[in-house]
């Protein structure tokens, strides 16, 4: 994330003057970060946000819609394309597997730290625009009735939590019906109870301060003893256990990263935060930025969500297949009579 570089500069700052070699040993360190931690045109906090829904694969006879959800520092684009290639693997990969699904992105403003201006958009507020957009651009697509999964890294998965539970509570039918649509939701990396990195990351804020504005609020919903966050947690819980005792069952996978961020000794989220009682917990052998970069088809971090995704998308058309049956033989007998 982009604190770890300011963190390295800090660092370098107080110690600059006393070892010429430790500036060498902070530039190495900055080139070798991941990806988002490093200033790109697709990264760069100053340059013009690509917020909002992006169709990365349009389908008419699509039996299920895709939406992907980024995190901290990220945007719908550069969080999922590896560095090095110019698109998102949704985007190139997944229709090699996925052959009837429409895929979509969302953006939002994440950013926790900037040199100019960060968004004061809290994590509810996300949640609101993703519910309107995401069903603006199902109602222009005509698929405001398709099933729909949720693809989410990091504080991506808080948004869409919120982002669902807005649309159970919503009485416009068309807003609702996200809530009535939703299939399962993917969570990578996400910080159920909290990360480390809340506390973390605001050191280098204010020892600098070379920053003019920082979106607090954003960082503070990742404590791990913040109310909004166990309160996210607890009406999603509620939620799920309400929906299982109507007979619905929504489909909920966990992915883990196994690996620590470079230079930082342990992982952004811990295992016990990324995963939920009594749901497949998954991992990926990468650290949190690039446990959603993938290269080719055989990378076994993408084998892995791909094949929650199948299986998904195979219940999706047996039940469309059931339904379909069920509603012929209703005909049948109304005809008879």
């Given at each position: 994330?982009?604190?770890?570089?300011?963190f390295?500069?800090?660092?370098?700052?107080?110690?600059?003057?006393?070892?010429?070699?430790i500036?060498?040993?902070?530039?190495?360190?900055?080139?070798?970060?991941?990806?988002e931690?490093?200033?790109?045109?697709?990264?760069n906090?100053?340059?013009?946000?690509?917020?909002g829904?992006?169709?990365?694969?349009?389908?008419r006879?699509?039996?299920?819609?895709?939406?992907?959800?980024?995190g901290?520092?990220?945007?719908?684009?550069?969080?999922?394309?590896?560095?090095?290639?110019?698109?998102?693997?949704?985007?190139?990969?997944?229709?090699l597997?996925?052959?009837?699904?429409?895929?979509?992105?969302?953006g939002?403003?994440a950013y926790?730290?900037?040199?100019?201006?960060?968004?004061?958009?809290?994590?509810?507020?996300?949640?609101?625009?993703?519910?309107?957009?995401?069903?603006?651009?199902?109602?222009?697509?005509d698929?405001?009735?398709?099933?729909?999964?949720f693809?989410?890294?990091?504080?991506?998965g808080?948004?869409?939590?919120?982002?669902v539970?807005?649309?159970?509570?919503?009485p416009?039918k068309?807003?609702?019906?996200?809530?009535?649509?939703?299939?399962?939701?993917?969570?990578l990396?996400?910080?159920?109870?909290?990360?480390?990195?809340?506390d973390?990351?605001?050191?280098?804020?204010?020892?600098l301060?070379?920053?003019?504005s920082?979106?607090?609020?954003?960082?503070?919903?990742?404590?791990?003893?913040d109310q909004?966050?166990?309160?996210?947690?607890?009406?999603f819980?509620?939620?799920?256990?309400?929906?299982?005792k109507?007979?619905?069952?929504?489909?909920?996978?966990?992915?883990?990263?196994?690996?620590?961020?470079?230079?930082?000794g342990?992982?952004?989220?811990?295992?016990n935060?990324?995963?939920?009682?009594?749901?497949?917990?998954i991992?990926?052998?990468?650290?949190?930025?690039?446990?959603?970069?993938?290269?080719?088809v055989?990378?076994?971090?993408?084998?892995?969500?791909?094949?929650?995704?199948?299986?998904?998308e195979?219940?999706?058309?047996?039940s469309?297949t059931?339904?379909?049956?069920?509603f012929?033989?209703?005909?049948?007998?109304?005809?008879?009579?």
């Open positions: 994330m982009w604190c770890q570089v300011e390295a500069r800090w660092k370098h700052c107080l110690t600059r003057d006393k070892s010429p070699r500036h060498q040993q902070q530039t190495t360190r900055e080139s070798t970060s991941p990806p931690l490093r200033s790109s045109p697709q990264t906090p100053d340059s013009s946000f690509p917020d829904i992006k169709v990365l694969r349009e389908c006879d699509a039996t299920s819609d895709i939406c992907f959800v980024h901290l520092t990220g945007n719908r684009d550069s969080i999922w394309t590896l560095d090095g290639q110019s698109q998102p693997w949704p985007e190139t990969l997944l229709p597997k996925l052959s009837r699904v429409r895929i979509l992105t969302y939002y403003d926790i730290v900037q040199k100019s201006v960060a968004s004061a958009n809290r994590l509810f507020d996300h949640a609101r625009n993703l519910l309107h957009d995401l069903s603006a651009n199902r109602a222009e697509a698929a405001s009735s398709r099933p729909i999964i693809v989410a890294h990091s504080l991506g808080l948004v869409c939590k919120e982002a539970l807005l649309s159970r509570d919503n416009e068309y807003l609702h019906n996200i809530f009535n649509c939703i299939k399962g939701i993917i969570f990396g996400t910080p159920h109870k909290g990360s480390w990195l809340a973390w990351a605001t050191i280098p804020v204010r020892t301060g070379i920053v003019k920082t979106n607090k609020t954003l960082l503070k919903s990742l404590e791990t003893d909004y966050l166990q309160s996210v947690q607890d009406r819980w509620s939620m799920v256990r309400e929906q299982q109507a007979g619905r069952d929504l489909e909920i996978t966990c992915f883990f990263e196994e690996l620590p961020l470079l230079g930082l342990k992982t952004v989220v811990s295992r935060s990324a995963t939920l009682e009594g749901y497949n917990a991992s990926i052998h990468a650290n949190h930025s690039n446990m959603v970069k993938f290269s080719t055989d990378d076994n971090g993408f084998k892995r969500l791909l094949g929650e995704l199948l299986r998904w195979s219940q999706i058309r047996l469309a059931s339904q379909l049956t069920g012929e033989e209703a005909q049948r007998r109304k005809i008879g009579t």
